[in-house]
């Protein structure tokens, strides 16, 4: 039987190729602005920080539950992107907003039984200029370990997809080789094929991942 799976930020990069390689799945889509999913799916035009209710009401009205979340959604900030001691607190809050409290509120209102955090090595490394957004994937991280530790019959996973061709990447660094960046497709193949046959909770980098056929 096919999972419903519900992925936010799934109009561009990582999530759009996660949409794409589940397509076989019951896919429930959400992103900021309009977009196509794949046939059948449920394309949601949302913002996840305001419409987390609506969402997850939506998403179980077509679908009757929610198997799997992904928390794709996220945002740098202000760009080009401030050292933390000079940042905005304002913005800060507009940052942990989008990027903790949105999946957490998801995971609550989902109950999946698979519940997947992407997160950023800028969670466990400390890079000037990335502050902002490496505290709001630290943040992201302790969540995940402490709604793992709080319920060991469901999965809590970050997954650090590694540095991908993406418009944020290219947002986030400008000048940045792009040859030396990952396609979103071939992280997604692997995720994927991580995601439907062997999941487990904890912290996981996509690229010490065994490519696995679906």
């Not at 490394?125 to 060991?152: F, I, M």
């Amino acid at each position: 039987m096919a999972n419903v799976i519900l992925i936010t930020g799934a109009s561009r990069g990582l999530g759009r190729a996660l949409a794409e390689q589940l397509h076989d799945q019951q896919l429930a889509l959400v992103a900021r602005h309009p977009f196509e999913g794949p046939a059948g799916s449920l394309v949601l035009t949302a913002d996840v920080g305001l419409e987390a209710e609506r969402i997850v009401q939506e998403t179980l009205r077509r679908f009757g539950r929610i198997d799997i979340l992904i928390n794709n959604a996220s945002t740098l900030g202000a760009t080009p992107m401030p050292e933390l001691q000079n940042a905005d607190w304002r913005d800060v809050a507009q940052v942990v907003h989008t990027n903790v409290l949105a999946p957490l509120h998801l995971a609550q209102l989902s109950r999946a039984r698979i519940v997947v955090n992407i997160s950023s090595d800028a969670g466990v490394e400390a890079y000037p200029g990335w502050g902002v957004y490496g505290l709001s994937k630290a943040a992201l991280e302790h969540q995940t370990r402490t709604l793992a530790a709080e319920n060991p019959e469901r999965i809590f996973v970050a997954v650090d997809p590694g540095d991908m061709n993406t418009q944020m990447h290219r947002e986030a660094v400008p000048d940045a080789d792009l040859e030396q960046l990952q396609d979103p497709k071939v992280v997604a193949a692997r995720l994927a094929g991580w995601l439907l046959h062997a999941p487990q909770s904890g912290r996981i980098r996509v690229s010490e991942l065994v490519e696995s056929a679906r």
